[in-house]
């Protein structure tokens, strides 16, 4: 079975640290990779895709990718109350359209 | 851009009776919409893949006659949730791949919220 694993937290950060979030996935045909976030209630919004091994940066995020350990991570640099929420990561397995989802890492930015 | 709505966004009805859902990507057309099931407090589980113009593929133990999917153009997809029971009170959602870059990104509707007396 195709599985992406996640720490549910929660995780408590004071504002402006960094908050690290991880992910690993079981199958390695995998080959793009997804960070999304979502509000109690609310469906999920991206964050970030990454496909290629190493990082990628997007304003205060950084998503990093290492296919060989089969681990991505998402980095929340000067971290705010409003990114307290769930985070998802989801991956799109080998040889499937649709997105397997992590339970998801609830994260609390403490002001 | 990327926006994908649904409708409606929440739903009640009495056990027995069918539903459906609407999922629309509002900029962009999209050839393949998904439909996702949240159950409280888990993560998003796929329910089927739905292209245009042909069957949607549904995943393992997610019963096709159960829930009804319709793609009948670029930009709309429809779940009906047929006989509905309380066990089928969930989250629904759906997405719309969008290429962006090297790969087909997901954007999420809204969620359609659903609860079976």
């Known amino acids: 079975q195709k599985e992406v694993e996640q720490n549910s937290g929660p995780l408590s950060v004071p504002e402006g640290a960094i908050a690290s979030l991880n992910c690993t996935y079981s199958?390695?045909?995998?080959?793009?990779f997804f960070w999304y976030r979502q509000y109690s209630g609310k469906s999920p919004e991206l964050i970030m895709f990454?496909?290629?091994?190493g990082d990628k940066e997007d304003g205060r995020f950084t998503a990093q990718l290492n296919k060989a350990s089969q681990y991505v991570s998402l980095l929340i640099r000067d971290s705010q109350p409003s990114d307290s929420a769930t985070y998802l990561c989801?991956?799109?397995?080998?040889?499937?359209?649709?997105?397997?989802f992590g339970k998801g890492t609830h994260l609390i930015i403490q002001p | 851009g990327a926006v994908v709505s649904q409708h409606p966004s929440w739903v009640i009805c009495k056990s027995g009776t069918s539903v459906k859902i609407e999922c629309r990507s509002l900029?962009?057309?999209?050839?393949?919409m998904f439909w996702y099931r949240q159950f409280p407090k888990q993560s998003l589980m796929l329910m089927a893949t739905?292209?245009?113009?042909?069957?949607?593929?549904?995943e393992q133990g997610v019963e096709k006659d159960k829930f009804l999917i319709n793609h009948a153009s670029l930009t709309l997809s429809t779940l009906t949730v047929t006989s509905a029971h309380p066990e089928d009170s969930s989250f629904y959602i759906c997405?719309?791949?969008?290429?962006?870059?090297?790969?087909?990104?997901?954007?999420f509707g809204p969620g359609t919220r659903l609860t079976v007396l």
């Open positions: 997405s719309a791949a969008r290429l962006a870059g090297n790969t087909d990104t997901q954007y």
């Open positions: 199958d390695r045909g995998s080959q793009s």
């Open positions: 990454i496909y290629s091994n």
């Open positions: 989801a991956v799109i397995p080998g040889g499937a359209d649709g997105l397997t």
């Open positions: 900029d962009f057309q999209a050839t393949t």
């Open positions: 739905s292209n245009e113009g042909s069957k949607a593929t549904y």
